[in-house]
């Protein structure tokens, strides 16, 4: 039966299309079948391509990661001496208060880089504060610590976006915490000293749960606020919350 005037049927081609950071792109190229009936007509899948907003977000966190680094390192002075004073190395329990900002900017943003990015302005602006460590240590092990976190994510091609995937990228990054004190503090032929395998195990188990699960929650409570709808991870809180 012919069309009537003004009607417009939908070709396959129009139906099957793939969103990419709000954006449609037809994906009948790749040779893919049309999409049976029920099925969804739009998918949505991760762009790689950092934008505006995503470098405001994560410098953001970055600079505020940055003044909670430098008062943390004030407050804690005292219990860490004491911590260490009871088991040697048991004060790297205090790790996770600086591990946060490579994983919340990774589970935010989600681009390959945010980790190593947010780290790295944190530890710049950091050593600019005045932290207690020379400045160009303090950028070195910010730059680990973005790198562990990173790599995680990294390894599971930047798909995994739940709470054990960010508290393995929390205990990554006290991995590369402990690994940049373990060789500065010439305690690499003595495993059991000040920052040998208590303080490996304290600072993996701070990092999962300091820098991991409780940055899980803070991501999500600042998520169904809506401030993070113009990001994939911020639709994701939301929707589910429906």
């Known amino acids: 039966m012919p069309e009537r005037d003004g009607a417009h049927r939908e070709r396959p081609e129009e139906r099957h299309k793939i969103m990419t950071d709000g954006h449609f792109i037809n994906n009948t190229a790749s040779g893919s079948e049309p999409e049976s009936e029920g099925t969804p007509s739009q998918v949505r899948i991760p762009s790689k391509r950092w934008r505006v907003v995503d470098i405001a977000v994560a410098s953001v966190i970055g600079v505020a990661s940055a003044v909670i680094y430098w008062v943390v ?69 910010g730059l680990l610590q973005g790198f562990m976190a990173e790599l995680v994510f990294m390894l599971l091609r930047y798909r995994r976006w739940n709470m054990s995937t960010v508290a393995l990228s929390g205990a990554a990054a006290g991995f590369g915490c402990w690994l940049y004190s373990f060789c500065t503090h010439l305690q690499a032929i003595n495993l059991t000293g000040p920052y040998g395998v208590i303080y490996l195990i304290a600072t993996l188990i701070s990092g999962a749960l300091i820098a991991g699960v409780l940055v899980w929650y803070l991501y999500k409570a600042i998520a169904a606020t809506g401030a993070l709808d113009r990001f994939a991870s911020g639709r994701d809180i939301r929707m589910a919350g429906k």
């Open 73 to 141: 390192a004030m407050v804690t002075t005292i219990p860490w001496s004491f911590l260490d004073g009871v088991v040697p190395g048991l004060g790297g329990i205090l790790n996770g208060l600086y591990l946060f900002a490579g994983p919340l900017a990774s589970v935010i943003v989600r681009k390959p880089g945010a980790a190593v990015y947010a780290e790295l302005v944190a530890a710049i602006l950091e050593s600019l504060l005045g932290s207690l460590w020379v400045p160009v240590e303090t950028i070195l092990i």
